[in-house]
Nanobody, 128 residues
Framework: QVQLVVSGGGLVQAGGSLRLSCAISGRTDSAYAAGWFRQAPEKEREFVAGIKWSGGWTYLTDYLDAVAGRFTISRDNANNTVFLQMNSLKREDTAVYYC??????????????????WGQGTQVTVAS
């Protein structure tokens, strides 16, 4: 069984930064995918960023247009942890952020059906 533990949310002023972490434990395939999604109040959950890797090689990253250039998704291969570095945060980034992981690497990283496992959400609040 794969488990995801998310940490790093909080309250930040607009223009500030936060880093979210998603520690993946349990048996995973060597080729895998992880993604960050978010859900703001009264809105649908949306894709934020995704990453695919094979062994120690990251071969794809993808971003929601609204966060491209501000957010960076990355992975620590040794610790099997995925990060979301969020810079230049805006009020509209306020949401509960979720980490997801799964082995359907032929599917789009933007598609939630790619992922079999979901971590607990973490609140990110950006104050103006």
């Amino acid at each position: 069984q794969v488990q995801l533990v998310v940490s790093g949310g909080g309250l930040v002023q607009a223009g500030g930064s936060l880093r979210l972490s998603c520690a993946i434990s349990g048996r995973t395939d060597s080729a895998y995918a992880a993604g960050w999604f978010r859900q703001a109040p009264e809105k649908e959950r949306e894709f934020v960023a995704g990453i695919k890797w094979s062994g120690g090689w990251t071969y794809l990253t993808d971003y929601l247009d609204a966060v491209a250039g501000r957010f960076t998704i990355s992975r620590d291969n040794a610790n099997n942890t995925v990060f979301l570095q969020m810079n230049s945060l805006k009020r509209e980034d306020t949401a509960v952020y979720y980490c997801a992981a799964g082995g359907r690497i032929t599917m789009s990283a933007r598609d939630s059906r790619t992922y079999d496992y979901w971590g607990q959400g973490t609140q990110v609040t950006v104050a103006s």
